[in-house]
């Protein structure tokens, strides 16, 4: 049974609703929802009708969404409520991507959905309640992002990570005080999950966290005593580091 984090009381929990018709396909996003401290089920619908009547009863933020379904296509539905929740698209058609995003849709994701890529377009969801007088503090001191480790999800708090290495299909994210994790992934995906005002990429194989760089140069950044080259195609993120000091 996942934690739901009573003691962090800005945190923000999104209770969530699957409307797919395909049972194999709703019980992949139950499983997926239930590894996720930050997600609640609420329900599951099969229609997009059955939705609208679900949402005048029970609270709502966040919707797993399938296009293609009877009565009313995923997309009609959203049409036709004035105040939607957030929505992440499932579904086994690409050619409805930029309707979707156009609809400000969170994510879009296509079937057969990969854990890491559910884990992917959670990541982009807030993570405080945007009544949080101290949103920003919580933010950069509890900030977190899970990672598949040997078959385990890792919780990576944001606050603890140095720099992170690209080493051929893998990468490997350095830690204040603790063991360094090696994760089958590329840098890329990873530096479009972290936040872009705390992490800077600086080479085509290295991300450093701004708040843990100690000095730099045109050529390389310090983390402590550790140098890491600057690319010379990444010169523009100087920038962000002289404006970070």
């Not at 059955?50 to 995923?74: A, Q």
């Not at 950069?140 to 992002?145: A, I």
């Not at 350095?174 to 360094?180: D, Y």
């Not at 530096?191 to 100690?214: K, N």
Request: glycine share 2%; proline share 6%.
């Amino acid at each position: 049974m996942k934690t739901l984090l009573p003691n962090q009381p800005n945190y923000m929990i999104w209770k969530c609703l699957i409307a797919d018709d395909e049972p194999p396909a709703v019980k992949i996003i139950e499983k997926y929802i239930s590894r996720v401290d930050e997600l609640q089920l609420v329900g599951t619908c099969q229609n997009a009708f059955e939705v609208i009547r679900f949402l005048k009863t029970e609270s709502v933020n966040l919707i797993f969404l399938d296009i293609h379904m009877p009565k009313l296509s995923g997309i009609g539905l959203i049409n036709s409520i004035s105040e939607p929740p957030k929505i992440i698209f499932t579904t086994a058609y690409k050619e409805y991507a930029s309707n979707a995003f156009e609809m400000d849709a969170i994510d879009y994701l296509i079937k057969p959905i990969p854990f890491e890529r559910f884990l992917k377009a959670v990541n982009k969801l807030p993570r405080y309640r945007l009544s949080s007088p101290n949103k920003e503090e919580a933010s950069n001191q509890n900030g977190f992002l899970y990672f598949r480790v040997n078959r385990k999800m890792v919780k990576v708090f944001l606050a603890d990570i140095l720099y992170i290495e690209s080493v051929k299909d893998y990468i490997k994210i350095f830690r204040l005080n603790q063991p360094e994790l090696l994760i089958r992934q590329s840098i890329a995906v990873v530096e479009a999950m972290l936040p872009s005002t705390s992490f800077v990429r600086v080479h085509r194989s290295f991300i450093v966290s701004l708040s843990r760089v100690t000095a730099f140069t045109s050529r390389d950044v310090e983390i402590d005593n550790l140098e890491i080259p600057v690319g010379r195609l990444y010169s523009q993120s100087l920038r962000k580091l002289r404006n970070h000091q």
